[in-house]
């Protein structure tokens, strides 16, 4: 059973840089797909940030693109995400998901994490 | 990269059938055969439901079903139950990226 767990930390203030960790267990992520980050604004819909294969090839949302990086650590079995210069429009809750490269679709989810912007 | 159109909210009564669209372009949904759906529960994270426009992953009720004709998908939820009460948003493929639908609310009367 393949299962995601995001951390890091709620509440970062505006301009710094937004930083999320997500563990996977029961799968290596070295063995394949592509692992992703989407937000959900309070009350609204999903966004995709980005993905990234196992081999290293990363795909961002063109909205984004300047501000976010995503990376793998093998050893850990984590994906992480940052987020730099943030504003109270980043205020959301960030999900971490596998991507199925084939489809794509995102076929496991973490449950979520609230990030808010705030001074 | 626009989100894709949904209408904001369905309703349907207990055993009927709704159909939810999803309208993008021929750059996203009418581009290519990769359009999925999620259902969202409140406070809860989404859940594929169905991939590849018509693909339903291992444990999803075979009530739901997927179709595509030109830019617009839609999700057809048969024999309503209560607790297809949730949000449904669909995504698509696009040139490397994905793009999410605006979500639809579907309410069972």
């Known amino acids: 059973q393949v299962q995601l767990q995001e951390s890091g930390p709620g509440l970062v203030k505006p301009s710094e840089t937004l930083s999320l960790s997500c563990t996977v267990s029961?799968?290596?992520?070295?063995?394949?797909?592509?692992w992703g980050w989407i937000r959900q604004p309070p009350g609204k819909g999903l966004e995709w940030i980005g993905s990234?294969?196992?081999?290293?090839?990363?795909f961002y949302n063109p909205s984004l693109k300047s501000r976010v990086t995503i990376s793998l650590d093998t050893s850990k079995n984590q994906f992480s995400l940052k987020l730099t210069s943030v504003t109270a429009a980043d205020t959301a809750v960030y999900y971490c998901?596998?991507?199925?490269?084939?489809?794509?679709?995102?076929?496991?989810w973490g449950q979520g994490t609230l990030v808010t912007v705030s001074s | 990269q626009s989100a894709l159109t949904q209408p904001a909210s369905v309703s349907g009564s207990p055993g009927q059938s709704i159909t939810i669209s999803c309208t993008g372009t021929?750059?996203?949904?009418?581009?290519?055969?990769?359009v999925s759906w999620y259902q969202q529960h409140p406070g809860k994270a989404p859940k594929l439901m169905i991939y590849d426009v018509t693909n339903r992953p291992s444990g999803v009720s075979n009530r739901f079903s997927g179709s595509k004709s030109g830019n617009t998908a839609s999700l057809t939820i048969s024999g309503l139950q209560a607790e297809d009460e949730a949000d449904y948003y669909c995504s698509s493929y696009s040139s490397s990226s994905r793009v999410f639908g605006g979500g639809t609310k579907l309410t069972v009367l």
């Open positions: 029961g799968y290596s992520i070295s063995s394949g797909y592509y």
């Open positions: 998901a596998r991507d199925v490269p084939a489809a794509p679709a995102f076929d496991y």
């Open positions: 990234m294969y196992h081999s290293g090839s990363t």
């Open positions: 021929s750059s996203d949904v009418g581009g290519y055969n990769y």
